[in-house]
């Protein structure tokens, strides 16, 4: 699948779904799903990850625009050597675009899914977040087999 057919998918669910928190979730709030561990709750989320740097649009905007300038200008060297890298920048980059629309459009990001045991929460988050920590995750995982296969062939 191509990057900008799977970026595409990302932003449109990620997007889609944030409108359905917001013309069906946020009128109630939370909604237990399974109660005690996972509630779908409307957040609006005015910092990056678990709030921090709240109040910080103005950076946090151009932080995202540098972050999808240097994928776009590193995605051979970093990625095309990796067992797929191009799911993997496809990942990080729709998440990091889903974000940004909602930080442009909206001065904060809708976050709605809630994980949690009993009282101990897990800060709520959203399909772009998901996409990004993915995207992350897979690309350290992918970086450090490839780096073993160099340094042990």
Not at 13 to 38: C, E, I, M, W
Not at 53 to 62: D, K, M, T, Y
Not at 68 to 93: E, H, Y
Request: proline share 3%; with cysteine; hydrophobic share 55%.
């Amino acid at each position: 699948m191509r990057v900008p057919l799977l970026v595409a998918l990302i932003v449109v669910s990620d997007q889609l779904t944030k409108f359905l928190a917001v013309t069906r979730l946020k009128a109630l709030g939370t909604h237990a799903v399974l109660p005690g561990f996972f509630n779908l709750s409307y957040v609006e989320n005015r910092g990056a990850a678990w709030g921090m740097l709240a109040g910080q649009q103005v950076f946090l905007i151009v932080f995202s625009l540098i972050t999808l300038g240097f994928l776009l200008w590193k995605r051979k060297p970093l990625f095309d050597c990796l067992w797929g890298g191009t799911f993997t920048l496809s990942l990080i980059t729709g998440g990091v675009l889903g974000n940004l629309i909602d930080r442009i459009r909206l001065t904060y990001v809708i976050d709605f899914l809630d994980f949690h045991w009993h009282a101990s929460h897990f800060p709520a988050f959203n399909i772009a977040d998901a996409s990004i920590c993915c995207g992350v995750f897979l690309f350290i995982v992918t970086q450090w087999h490839h780096d073993r296969i160099i340094r042990n062939p």
